[in-house]
């Protein structure tokens, strides 16, 4: 897990990994955060690890978008 503080603007990013996603409550979480912020205007954001191809679908989208 991975969490980078962005209040500066406005959000606090949270990264998870396929594992992670399993054992994480993220409403828990979010609560946790959100409770050592000085102000309750901030957003946690969660990036999730998908299940499918990395390097493919990178690719993918790339020629997707070359289109």
Do not use: A, P
Not at 18 to 34: A, G, H, K, M, Y
């Amino acid at each position: 897990m991975e969490i980078y503080n962005r209040q500066q603007n406005g959000y606090i990013e949270v990264w998870l990994t396929n594992r992670e996603q399993q054992e994480v409550d993220r409403s828990e979480l979010t609560q946790q955060i959100l409770s050592n912020v000085t102000s309750k205007k901030y957003k946690v954001i969660f990036f999730l690890s998908g299940s499918e191809n990395m390097l493919k679908c990178t690719e993918n989208l790339i020629l997707h978008n070359l289109k």
